[in-house]
């Protein structure tokens, strides 16, 4: 199969179905996501998610800030999973949702691990990552609080963010107290909405 006009394995498209049909099952008792998207899992979700792992493919030690229903976490370690190598660490406060992320890693065979902490008390159990992400968290000025002790120990620590339409104006407030370089990718799933690209990230104030 293709997705995002990328080919994907079939051992990775099963993995990726099983991961859709647990989400679908555990929303009908917890609230994973918001219930408009539920019925464009695949497409709202997980094609989504996906373009996190297809910008920055490889090996990589990530770290999935508020992992939520698992987008991106656990798609970036389905992906994992086909390469044998690699790390996810998904951080998520909420026990009922921990729980169900550590079913879907699981029994999906992912290759990521579930840490039940505030994101702010990540750095302290994670040491180092090489990349980040977050999907629908926070403001881009706060996501840089929170990535900004991993991308100090690492400097060549990458950020991938999710952002809406409104990202622009996200963009200038961060600029208030962040220096930092930004590639705008589009999206190919949502119009009007982009991943950043965050990195040599410093602050001002």
């Known amino acids: 199969m293709e997705l995002n006009g990328q080919s994907v394995s079939r051992e990775t498209q099963d993995r990726l179905e ?22 464009d899992a695949w497409q709202r979700h997980v094609a989504d998610s996906a373009q996190i792992f297809q910008l920055a493919p490889g090996p990589k030690r990530w770290v999935d800030m508020g992992s939520g229903g698992g987008f991106p976490g656990v798609i970036t370690a389905i992906f994992l999973a086909e390469l044998g190598d690699g790390w996810v660490h998904l951080l998520e406060s909420n026990n009922k949702k921990a729980s169900f992320l550590r079913l879907a890693l699981r029994e999906t065979g992912a290759r990521g691990s579930v840490h ?12 180092s990552c090489d990349a980040i992400s977050a999907r629908a968290l926070a403001d881009l000025d706060k996501l840089c609080d929170f990535a900004e002790p991993w991308m100090l ?33 589009r ?17 001002l104030v």
């Open 153 to 185: 120990r690492n400097k060549n620590t990458r950020a991938y963010f999710h952002k809406g339409r409104d990202y622009g104006v996200e963009i200038a407030k961060a600029r208030g107290r962040w220096r930092f370089d930004l590639l705008e990718h």
């Open 18 to 39: 099983h991961f859709v049909a647990l989400f679908s099952k555990w929303s009908k008792s917890i609230n994973l996501a918001a219930p408009s998207t539920l019925n």
């Open 187 to 203: 999206s190919v799933v949502e119009r009007d909405s982009v991943i950043l690209e965050i990195f040599n990230l410093e602050r």
């Open 116 to 127: 039940s902490i505030r994101v702010e008390d990540g750095p302290a159990v994670v040491a």
